[in-house]
């Protein structure tokens, strides 16, 4: 485990490195299986130009790494060494990459607050992962990493937790659940949940509420928390449009907190890092919180930089010509693109 207790930083960065993974599950709420065949390749992180714009900012990151899968980005490695020498990063892998046992040896496990190790067992098993997953887990745990084996508790697979929980055990892995959002059998998940599917969750009724239902409570995405699309574009966070600037040239951040625009939120920064919530709080109190447009003029703005202004630059021409045939070819959504955007 990291000696580092309390570790003092400054703001937090959800990075996707890129919209690439070697699983396909099911439940992906990135959409994996639909766009894999489409943004087909991890760019390499341009280390220098993020150091220079963390220096300029001034601030002690928390840097989380997200995706896709960020262990296929091909200098993940290097990235986080430059990194924690002065910041800290977190991961949420699937643990599978080969490039997982070189981060194992070369990173110093102090300077990693949490890798979430997710384990999609049913994926792992199709494609016969699970002993790479359970080796590179224990490498980890081995080497003083702060680490946690985490199931999405997709409704089908909680009917068989108690199987895998044991199976896990035996290798020395404490396997959790977390809750799932979206739908399954016409029911919307995390709402639909039995008391028995809580119970391994290990949630109350009322925590999937406070967790989950967000709207018009307070938020400190933008002020201190922020998400980075692989691009380097930085957006207060995946629902709020509203840009901090690009990752690769520089970032501003609000002075104010946000109230919650949305009715469901799959990541609320405020309960995933108390320790910035309350950060936030004392440095500028909730009474001028603003009301921030949501989601859905990303949608429209992503359209218009694809079609018109050719600003996602880490798409090559011949995926934005795949992914203009794809949406062209589609009688609803060439439909909603004439009516809404064009
Ligand atoms: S490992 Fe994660 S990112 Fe990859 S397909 Fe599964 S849920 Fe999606
Ligand atoms: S949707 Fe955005 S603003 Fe709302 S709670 Fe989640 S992170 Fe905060």
Redesign the pocket.
């Known amino acids: 485990m990291s000696n580092l207790r309390n570790p003092q930083y400054d703001a937090c960065l959800h990075l996707a490195t890129s919209y690439q993974?070697?699983?396909?599950?099911n439940?992906?709420?990135?959409g994996?299986?639909y766009v894999s065949d489409i943004f087909t390749k991890a760019d390499p992180i341009n280390i220098s130009a993020l150091k220079k714009t963390l220096n300029n900012s001034n601030k002690i990151y928390r840097i989380n790494f997200t995706?896709?899968?960020p262990f296929l980005t091909p200098n993940i490695v290097e990235a986080c060494i430059e990194l924690t020498k002065k910041h800290f990063i977190a991961f949420?892998s699937?643990l599978t990459p080969k490039k997982v046992e070189e981060f194992a040896e070369k990173i110093n496990p102090e300077r990693v607050l949490s890798i979430d190790a997710?384990c999609?067992i049913k994926?792992l098993e199709r494609r016969n992962l699970l002993s790479r997953y359970i080796h590179n887990f224990l490498l980890c745990k081995n080497r003083g990493f702060n680490i946690r084996a985490i199931e999405?508790g997709y409704p089908p697979l909680l009917k068989e937790s108690d199987k895998y929980i044991k199976i896990f055990l035996e290798k020395g892995i404490d396997l959790t659940f977390s809750p799932y959002l979206g739908s399954y059998k016409g029911k919307f998940y995390p709402d639909s949940y039995s008391e028995k599917e809580l119970k391994i969750l290990g949630l109350t009724e009322k925590d999937i509420i406070d967790w989950f239902h967000q709207y018009g409570k307070l938020c400190n995405a933008g002020y201190n928390v922020c998400i980075i699309y692989p691009d380097g574009d930085i957006r207060y966070c995946f629902f709020i449009n509203k840009s901090l600037g690009n990752i690769y040239e520089g970032i501003k951040f609000n002075d104010k907190l946000i109230r919650c625009p949305v009715k469901l939120c799959n990541c609320p920064v405020n309960i995933y890092d108390p320790y910035l919530f309350r950060k936030a709080i004392s440095e500028v109190g909730p009474y001028d919180a603003e009301w921030i447009q949501p989601f859905k003029n990303r949608i429209k703005e992503y359209m218009k930089n694809l079609f018109f202004e050719r600003k996602q630059n880490y798409l090559i021409d011949n995926t934005r010509k795949l992914i203009i045939e794809k949406v062209m070819s589609n009688k609803f959504l060439r439909k909603y693109l004439f009516k809404h955007w064009i």
């Open positions: 993974c070697n699983l396909e599950c439940y992906c709420i990135a994996i299986r995706g896709g899968e949420n699937n997710s999609h994926e999405v």
